[in-house]
């Protein structure tokens, strides 16, 4: 399902990491009250470990990913760039 589908084709590709990029902005922001306590309840803690404690918990909060998506085509479908890019996945027909 396309929830961008009132968008011009092109803006649509664009609209989807922006929005994925907003919602991890909003998802830091809601835990800024979890990192102002973790900090005063750990002051010993050098502020390099705090960071990380913090970027941690954001992993951890994150919804994972959606790791379907559109398929770029970025070989060339010549046979002799297929034979030296292994990348390159486009099946060529025996003409």
Do not use: I
């Amino acid at each position: 399902m396309n929830p961008y589908y009132n968008l011009p084709l092109r803006q649509r590709h664009v609209q989807r990491p922006a929005a994925e990029f907003n919602a991890d902005e909003r998802l830091w922001r809601s835990l800024e009250g979890k990192r102002r306590l973790r900090r005063k309840l750990l002051r010993d803690l050098p502020a390099g470990q705090r960071k990380q404690l913090d970027l941690l918990e954001f992993s951890n909060s994150r919804p994972p990913q959606d790791c379907v998506g559109r398929f770029w085509d970025t070989c060339d479908s010549t046979k002799e760039l297929s034979q030296k890019d292994p990348r390159c996945v486009t099946t060529l027909s025996e003409s």
